[in-house]
């Protein structure tokens, strides 16, 4: 059971670059989540979407783009690649509300990916 | 608005002695609260959860969580630490504005010594 896959697992940009982190889930989850998480810091969320076609911002979404064309992938996109998104980015699922009462509202992550922009 | 703190960046503990990590929350509705652990080079991994019924909740790895609503409390706990059971562990709330979102702690360093 594969869960939730991010990919690549590392990845050094130059400033101006451009990229777009992978994220596929096989747990066919509404929800999805990107969160960026900064050395010694917690998660800070950038975008989710509750469902294809739907997305929406968190809390950090400047220099940031998402897409949600179906319910597996959720695709994070880097258009010029700053010294501040030098991160490590976790990709998350949830079935949210719905389903199993004892999954309801539970978050699944990724292993994340660590970005340098130098 | 709704918020959880950890007021612990570090907590340190010898292996076999009980631990606690403690965390409040603030929410204006019926709290939803998580515990979630996050290895070296790992994602998080969801522990527990309270929603309603009974105030201790029994997780994964033999975790549990005591909710005290007159002290807005959630702490963490274990009977007996273990060196594998240092990790980075993050509290977190429901937002009550959304029910897709949750609100993540900054999270307590959990470091057991042999």
């Known amino acids: 059971n594969a869960g939730v896959t991010q990919t690549p697992k590392f990845r050094i940009l130059k400033i101006g670059q451009s990229m777009t982190l992978q994220c596929t889930q096989d747990?066919?989850?509404?929800?999805m989540y990107w969160y960026r998480q900064d050395p010694g810091m917690g998660l800070k969320l950038i975008y989710y979407?509750?469902?294809?076609?739907?997305?929406d911002k968190g809390e950090v979404p400047n220099g940031y783009n998402v897409s949600r064309s179906t319910t597996e992938d959720f695709p994070l996109r880097l258009e010029l690649a700053a010294p501040s998104q030098t991160s490590v980015y976790f990709c998350?699922?949830?079935?949210?509300?719905?389903?199993?009462?004892?999954?309801?509202?539970?978050?699944?992550f990724g292993a994340g990916t660590r970005l340098s922009v130098l | 608005a709704q918020s959880v703190a950890q007021p612990e960046d570090q907590v340190n503990v010898a292996e076999g002695n009980p631990l606690t990590v403690k965390c409040t929350y603030s929410v204006s509705g019926n709290p939803y609260l998580f515990w979630y652990v996050q290895y070296p080079n790992r994602g998080l991994q969801f522990l527990l959860k309270y929603i309603t019924g009974d105030n201790l909740v029994k997780g994964s790895y033999g975790f549990e969580a005591e909710f005290n609503k007159s002290q807005t409390s959630f702490h963490l706990k274990k009977p007996s630490a273990l060196v594998s059971d240092s990790a980075l562990y993050f509290c977190?709330?429901?937002?009550?504005?959304?029910?897709?979102?949750?609100?993540f702690g900054s999270g307590t360093r959990l470091s057991i010594r042999p």
């Open positions: 998350a699922s949830s079935p949210g509300t719905s389903g199993r009462a004892l999954a309801k509202n539970i978050q699944y």
């Open positions: 747990m066919n989850h509404n929800y």
């Open positions: 979407s509750v469902g294809a076609g739907i997305t």
């Open positions: 977190a709330v429901r937002d009550d504005s959304s029910a897709s979102k949750i609100i």
